[in-house]
């Protein structure tokens, strides 16, 4: 149902990363199943006063015990430092403390301007020196289109110097509080299962490298996780517990905001009339309501005062409506109708129920069994399964698809499958019991190689990690970094005013010498009559007679058939010859216009005379420029003119 001519790179990334998924999950399971059945096999053919099934029985009743003997908070401080602990070794020893993503990047970067009061900050030049990926320029300066909500928790560990701790710190505030969740949420007879599930969402692979990086993600699962305690204190009486509810449900919304408006009632509302029915939920909705309003008043605000009104998301400022919920094209330009919806969450479900504790055994399948097969959920497993089900279901609504789009929910997904596997071992006979036993002992240990192998696969080669490391100055530096030519095309189309669900596919569908003269005038401001002829047309269709190209240093490019560049194309390719480096890894490391404190400021290399107002804005600072000097070497900090006459000022012929 995906395929690269419909659904464009995405498609083709999450059908690839499915068919390797469920390779996994059906010849693992086929593996696991049948260990599991030579077990059983073992087990009742043994003498019966000295069973293996006896065996498996005892080390069954001691490791529950195990589980069952610490109180609460001595069991939830354990969890809690073991999942900050973890995803703090990932943040150090794999990823260096850098960031893998734009939208960390962007996130970060204001988190930095709110910690020091400012919604935004002026550019002292061209936009297009600065313009990354997901952020804009707005009526109060340089933003990015996230919500607030994130960005003000991260400013909190930015002034205290734990950016890169964040992310652990919250992880491991969400599984502490899954602990003590779960102990309430469950009967007494299944605190062995809650406890479990809690601890292996601590050491889940998938979890834990998410955390490390500090994502919106930690952000609206500590808040849910807050969001689920509170409520379910709320049931012994107080309405100050309700209002803490309401407080947790709006920071979640106030991170992730369609993922608060639908597990927020889940883990509260969801709870009391689990709990209490319609009247306990009538009497704690008022001070629930009360704790919620603040922020969505202060999103209200954010969204009018940045983006124009209180009901537009910088997402929609940024990207147009087709960044939006429902079946339309994307902001790409590539369709999302039922069908891609369909193919798109079931590839996200298969993913994640792999990568949620890497095991051969899929989390999700073995959790979707049960609640198909179980004749009656538990006390409490029903708000489980809408935490866990609930979210696929609105993501399918959503057009940007991924399983970190389900992480809030991946606490539920494992909750279930523990119950699964529980429910399944207490129907079994003695036999099957050691059987079943043994499948899940061997699924989990199993599990370990394939988590070690993917946070090996997570860590930085070395090429990479040349490029995105911040060079270091002895003075007060202006550092310009030589981004692709394509890069540089694409920011100068939206510091002139195009929207971003515009220039994705018109950067498909154009000769790229075209699009950079068509940029360029509309930079300078030239009228519609004035602007060079190029394909508008917003499709995900290939254009006929245009071919990619390969330039030399990897950039890429495309060239209508027939079609001459000019010297001035020429040159911008030949700037790239030796290769190029992206701005966004490196521009969140240094000083940020309004933010000078003697760091690098980081800036996009646009050639000489286009770089003349950015030197102009900054006179006091030492110009240099991140980039290659020479095909296949490492990137090196050059004196800015060694540089500008090394990589622009001689013309090459058109490739």
């Not at 369909?342 to 959790?367: F, I, K, N, R, W």
Request: aromatic content about 8%; charged content about 15%; some cysteine.
């Amino acid at each position: 149902m995906l395929s690269v001519e419909r659904n464009g790179p995405a498609g083709s990334d999450a059908l690839a990363r499915a068919e390797a998924s469920w390779g996994l999950t059906l010849w693992g399971g086929v593996l696991v199943v049948l260990l599991g059945a030579a077990a059983a096999v073992i087990a009742r053919r043994a003498p019966p006063r000295s069973s293996a099934a006896s065996v498996f029985e005892r080390i069954g009743a001691d490791f529950a015990k195990l589980l069952t003997g610490p109180s609460t908070p001595r069991l939830a401080l354990v969890a809690a430092m073991l999942a900050a602990g973890l995803s703090a070794i990932v943040a150090i020893v794999v990823y260096d403390r850098l960031l893998p993503g734009v939208d960390e990047m962007a996130q970060l970067i204001q988190a930095r301007y709110l910690g020091a009061g400012l919604l935004g900050a002026p550019l002292p030049a061209g936009a297009e020196a600065w313009l990354i990926p997901n952020m804009l320029v707005t009526a109060e300066g340089w933003t990015s289109q996230y919500p607030p909500g994130h960005p003000l928790v991260w400013a909190a560990f930015v002034l205290a110097g734990l950016r890169w701790a964040a992310g652990p710190l919250l992880f491991g505030l969400m599984v502490g509080l899954l602990v003590a969740s779960f102990d309430r949420l469950l009967p007494v007879e299944h605190r062995a299962h809650g406890r479990l599930a809690a601890l292996l969402v601590a050491v889940s692979p998938f979890a834990v490298s998410i955390a490390a990086v500090t994502p919106s993600h930690v952000t609206a699962g500590a808040a849910g996780a807050a969001a689920l305690y509170a409520a379910l204190r709320t049931t012994d009486g107080g309405r100050g517990w309700a209002v803490a509810a309401g407080a947790a449900v709006g920071i979640m919304v106030l991170a992730r905001p369609w993922t608060g408006l639908v597990l927020g009632p889940v883990l509260t509302l969801g709870v009391w009339l689990q709990r209490g029915g319609i009247r306990h939920a009538l009497r704690a909705i008022g001070p629930w309501t009360a704790g919620g309003a603040p922020s969505a008043l202060l999103l209200f605000w954010y969204d009018a005062t940045l983006f124009g009104s209180p009901l537009t998301l910088g997402y929609e400022a940024l990207h147009g409506p087709a960044h939006g919920l429902g079946l339309h094209a994307d902001p790409w330009a590539y369709p999302y109708g039922l069908r891609d919806a369909l193919a798109y969450t079931a590839s996200d479900v298969g993913q994640l129920g792999v990568s949620l504790l890497e095991s051969p055994m899929s989390v999700t399948l073995v959790a979707a069994a049960y609640l198909a097969a179980a004749p009656a959920l538990p006390a409490g497993l029903s708000v489980v399964a809408a935490w866990a089900v609930l979210p696929v279901a609105a993501n399918a609504a959503y057009w940007f698809h991924a399983p970190r789009m389900l992480f809030e929910a991946a606490p539920a997904w494992i909750l279930l499958a523990v119950f699964a596997i529980a429910h399944a071992h207490r129907r079994a006979g003695p036999a099957l019991r050691a059987g079943i036993t043994a499948g899940a002992a061997i699924a989990l240990l199993a599990a370990v190689p394939f988590a070690w192998a993917r946070v090996r696969a997570q860590a930085w080669n070395e090429e990479t990690l040349s490029r995105i490391t911040a060079p270091e100055t002895a003075e007060p530096s202006l550092v310009f970094v030589h981004a692709p030519w394509d890069e540089r095309i694409a920011s100068t189309l939206q510091a002139a005013g195009m929207r971003n669900d515009s220039i994705q596919p018109i950067l498909r569908r154009n000769d790229t010498c075209a699009l950079h003269r068509y940029a360029l005038a509309r930079l300078g401001a030239a009228t519609p009559s004035e602007l060079p002829a190029i394909d508008l047309a917003q499709t995900h269709e290939q254009r006929s007679g245009l071919g990619a190209l390969l330039l030399q240093g990897g950039t890429r490019a495309s060239r209508l058939d027939g079609e001459a560049w000019s010297a001035v194309c020429a040159r911008e390719a030949a700037a790239d010859r030796f290769g190029s480096i992206a701005l966004a890894p490196l521009l969140w490391q240094g000083d940020l216009p309004s933010l000078e404190a003697g760091r690098p400021l980081f800036v996009r290399d646009h050639g000489p005379d286009r770089n003349r107002a950015v030197l102009a804005a900054y006179p006091n600072r030492r110009a240099f420029v991140w980039g290659y000097e020479s095909a296949g070497g490492s990137p090196v900090l050059m004196p800015y003119e060694r540089a500008m006459s090394l990589l622009w000022a001689v013309p090459a012929s058109a490739p």
